[in-house]
């Protein structure tokens, strides 16, 4: 793995760190719920970044740096070693015509993954755009099959736009 930026985590559980060409990222996790079919509650964590405190969605033309990539996937592992029975999900919204692009870089990034960590990928029609998403879970969660079975639940109630 590529060194990592230096990065700091603030008080509401979102991490900053600034990059060699001088981009400022912030990498933080939504909370949000959803049901299952035995009627539990499970809190998922919506994981997003921005830079230079935009969602970027216009074309990216500075060189690649791997090391956003490995302090990105560092944070993301050490959420994961922190709180095993996390649940983090991910979007790549079509709005801006490179949602397939992200996702394959999501999915090259998610070999970085501790190995105890899987990543389940899903891609649904939305308003006539591809939404790609992924749920990244512990292995060994012993509520993942309530929880994968729900997260589809939800992304096709979101394809069916029933989510108010």
């Known amino acids: 793995m590529s060194p990592l930026y230096n990065f700091d985590k603030n008080q509401d559980g979102s991490y900053h760190f600034i990059s060699d060409s001088g981009s400022n990222y912030l990498i933080y996790f939504l909370e949000s719920t959803i049901p299952d079919s035995e009627n539990n509650i499970h809190t998922i964590y919506n994981l997003g970044f921005t830079r230079d405190g935009e969602h970027a969605c216009k074309s990216f033309f500075n060189k690649y740096d791997g090391k956003i990539r490995a302090t990105i996937m560092f944070i993301i592992n050490d959420v994961f070693k922190k709180n095993e029975h996390r649940t983090l999900v991910y979007f790549c919204f079509g709005d801006d015509g490179y949602s397939r692009h992200r996702n394959i870089v999501f999915k090259r990034w998610a070999k970085d993954l501790d190995i105890s960590i899987e990543a389940h ?28 079975e729900s997260f589809d639940t939800y992304l096709q109630e979101l394809k069916q736009h029933k989510i108010s």
């Open 121 to 148: 990928n899903g891609i649904i029609d939305y308003d006539n755009n591809l939404v790609y998403s992924s749920l990244i879970i512990v292995s060994d969660n012993p509520l993942k099959k309530l929880i994968l």
